[in-house]
């Protein structure tokens, strides 16, 4: 009998079972409201207080500075793929926005961006299967863009950057949706910072925008009302009926992760939780890690076994074992563990213990 899953899924990620918990226990009963948290207005006091909870927690975990705004926006990352050239493009006179296609979504988000606004990819990793990240310097960004975007962490390949670029004059901007919290960050170096919730943050289908308020403004005039970043600011993420129940997720893994130590005490567990599955895949030749090792993921470990036809058996042990959902991204094949911040060490132990067991087993 299996004892414990863990969910090793990319997205819709595991919860922190505390939270879980806290969702089963306040339910039906909000408070002493005798109604549940997704049946009260989206402008009902307590609802407010727990959007802005949600904020201060974020500021106060990540030290963001007080020129940013945290907006919460509608329909997950993709979404913001689209308002991004829609609220930015208009800073520059050409139009034109730069894009470093290191992965799937990095390559989507630009191919979203060319409908409405002048694409120029800067580097790409394509060629090799986006096993790493080439480097960017300087000379390569055109300093009249409107912005520079990146995705932080490479959810499909498992590699991340871990130098961010400079950018000059040109704001950064970075898709940090499968790692957002999960290691400290100087917000100082972005324009833009978004991420769709679905792995460290909470439910699906909205995303978290933080943005440089020097930055709101710009929007073309044909921007959609509820993707414009500066009406969402005015509105405090209210224009329309939010998703209430994503906003008191995200409050409730806050608290959290505060409760863990905060975003630099869950860095060091998430360094030693990845460098735990990269000892047993770089300990043997039965696997093959995807990125090259200085390019690395500490969320998203990405690898194939050397043994033909022998990934589907790996995948049906596994979730024999509890170990869920492994499977690797439909284009990459092989094995693709996720280890967000929820996933606990103990998970990522019973892993490594069976990689080792079904290596000396095959090898
Ligand atoms: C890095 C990255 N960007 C964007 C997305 C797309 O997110 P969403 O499904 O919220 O649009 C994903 C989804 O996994 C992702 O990993």
């Not at 990793?125 to 990240?133: E, K, N, P, T, V």
């Not at 043997?284 to 990405?302: L, T």
Request: charged share 20%; net charge neutral.
């Amino acid at each position: 009998m299996i004892d414990k899953v863990y969910n090793f899924g990319a997205g819709p990620a595991m919860l922190p079972e505390p939270v879980m918990r806290k969702i089963r226990e306040e339910w039906l009963d909000y408070r002493g409201m005798g109604v549940s948290i997704i049946e009260i207005s989206h402008r009902a006091d307590e609802f407010i207080a727990v959007l802005e909870e949600a904020k201060s927690l974020f500021r106060e975990l990540t030290g963001l500075p007080a020129n940013y705004r945290i907006l919460f926006m509608h329909g997950g990352a993709r979404m913001v793929f689209s308002a991004l050239p829609l609220n930015f493009a208009g800073r520059s006179a050409t139009r034109q926005c730069l894009y470093a296609e290191t992965g799937n979504f990095a390559k989507v988000a630009a191919q979203e961006a060319q409908k409405f606004c002048q694409v120029k990819t800067v580097i790409s990793s394509a060629a090799s299967g986006y096993d790493h990240i080439p480097a960017l310097p300087l000379e390569l960004i055109d300093q009249d863009a409107a912005y520079l975007h990146i995705t932080a962490n490479n959810t499909i390949f498992g590699t991340r950057w871990n130098k961010f670029p400079d950018g000059g004059r040109v704001p950064l901007i970075a898709d940090m949706t499968s790692e957002l919290l999960s290691r400290q960050i100087d917000y100082n170096r972005f324009g833009v910072v978004y991420a769709g919730l679905q792995k460290n943050l909470g439910p699906s289908g909205m995303a978290m925008v933080i943005v440089r308020d020097d930055l709101l403004g710009y929007a073309d005039g044909a921007t959609p009302t509820l993707l414009d970043f500066t009406r969402a600011d005015k509105d405090n993420s209210l224009t329309n009926t939010t998703n209430t129940f994503a906003i008191y997720v995200i409050k409730l893994v806050l608290e959290w992760l505060k409760e863990q130590g905060g975003v630099a005490a869950m860095e060091k567990t998430n360094e030693a939780k990845a460098a735990r599955l990269y000892q047993v895949i770089d300990g043997s030749d039965f696997y093959r890690g995807i990125a090259q090792p200085e390019h690395r993921s500490i969320m998203n470990v990405s690898f194939l076994l050397n043994g033909d036809g022998l990934t589907d058996k790996f995948l049906q042990q596994a979730e024999g074992r509890g170990l869920y959902a492994l499977k690797g991204y439909r284009s990459v094949g092989g094995v693709r563990a996720s280890i967000y911040n929820p996933m606990p060490m103990a998970g990522v132990e019973k892993l490594a213990s069976f990689m080792e067991e079904f290596a000396r087993a095959h090898g």
